[in-house]
């Protein structure tokens, strides 16, 4: 089996949210522990990527989930996480949509897992008849700003965004799907 062949990307489930909350304070870690200070990481990470926050998302019908699992143990490996959008934009519209979380684990980065997550949520934004898919991403993370170049986002806006007890300078992504 090759290393592609072994990852699957399927819809997220109600049980589902532990193994999210893991995956997403672990990739938070990984993604930002060069960048941020690890009070700041870890507080976000107990609010943000609790639990509780995955599950309320599982249960919204107006949200939508994609984990990645590495085969054959289905442990988690990447996900994006789909909902109604919460940005400090003026034309925000009920057939816009927010990527609020996509992450890989930086082994599996490459493996285009990125890809496969991006293609499930531009397929399910056509079928809702989405207008715009809209992302926030911190305005360092050179890597995640090259993806998000290369599938077409382009900047709509900037924001703050608080990590612990600091802001953050984020620009405001958006693309048609």
């Known amino acids: 089996m090759t290393a592609e062949s072994s990852l699957q990307v399927r819809l997220a489930g109600a049980d589902d949210a532990g193994r999210l909350a893991l995956l997403g304070s672990a990739t938070f870690l990984e993604s930002y522990a060069h960048l941020l ?99 926030g991403v911190y305005s360092r993370n050179e890597a995640a700003l090259a993806f998000y170049a290369r599938m077409g986002f382009t900047q709509a806006g900037t924001r703050n965004f608080r990590v612990g007890t600091n802001d953050y300078f984020d620009y405001i992504l958006q693309r048609a799907p």
């Open 37 to 135: 200070p690890v009070v700041d990481i870890l507080a976000h990470a107990a609010h943000q990527h609790s639990t509780g926050v995955y599950t309320r998302w599982l249960e919204d019908p107006q949200c939508s989930c994609w984990i990645a699992e590495h085969l054959p143990g289905g442990a988690p490996v990447g996900y994006l996480m789909a909902t109604p959008p919460d940005l400090p934009m003026p034309d925000l519209e009920a057939d816009d949509w927010e990527i609020r979380r996509i992450y890989v684990l930086h082994r599996y980065q490459g493996a285009g897992l990125g890809h496969r997550l991006m293609d499930e949520v531009l397929r399910a934004a056509r079928a809702r008849g989405c207008r715009r898919l809209l992302l």
